[in-house]
Every structure is written in structure tokens, then in C-alpha cells.
């Protein structure tokens, strides 16, 4: 299968690729650094540094969006919540 993740250098991000990789699935990572997630996640896996260079996400079988503003480290108020969910929901928009 081809797999697009957003958010794959994350906490489950990083473990979810080296699971499908495993499993001999293509996967490709949408990451604002390409370097650096090269350096967590390998050479194994295609690296796309933004959905603007994208004419369509038809060549995959499945699409896995957990990027996001971080749930961890800052105290829960509503601004902080407002920042978690918007940032998730603009990414599935601009997926979608």
C-alpha cells in the first residue's frame, strides 16, 4: 500500500512509519523538515516538504493526518485548546 502521513515525526508518527516499513508499505511523510525527518525516519521512506507542491493525493491507499499543534508540555486553557484543534483542522481541510 502507499501511505501519506502528516505528523509522522511525532511521538506515533514515528512509530506508526517504522511499522508499515516493516510491512513493506511505500510510505511518503509530509514534513517541514525534510532533513531532519530523514534523520528520525531514514531513506526509506519519500518525503514531500508541503502539500502545495501536490497536484493530488490519488496515488495512495490511505492518508493518516496527525499533524498538529503538540497536546503536551502547556497547560490546557482555552486559547491552547483553540490552537490544538485549529491547527488539525486546517491540515485535514487542506488535505480533503
Do not use: P
Amino acid at each position: 500500500m502507499r501511505v501519506f502521513i502528516t505528523g509522522g515525526t511525532g511521538l506515533i508518527g514515528t512509530l506508526l512509519v517504522k511499522a508499515l516499513l516493516v510491512q513493506n508499505h511505500k510510505i511518503t511523510v509530509l514534513s517541514r523538515d525534510v532533513v531532519k525527518a530523514k534523520q528520525k525516519l531514514g531513506s526509506d521512506v519519500e518525503y514531500c516538504q508541503s502539500l502545495d507542491g501536490l497536484d493530488s493525493l490519488d496515488g495512495y491507499d490511505v492518508i493518516i493526518n496527525l499533524a498538529g499543534e503538540s497536546i503536551a508540555g502547556k497547560r490546557w486553557t482555552a486559547k491552547q485548546k483553540e490552537r490544538m484543534c485549529d491547527s488539525r483542522w486546517d491540515t485535514t481541510r487542506r488535505l480533503t
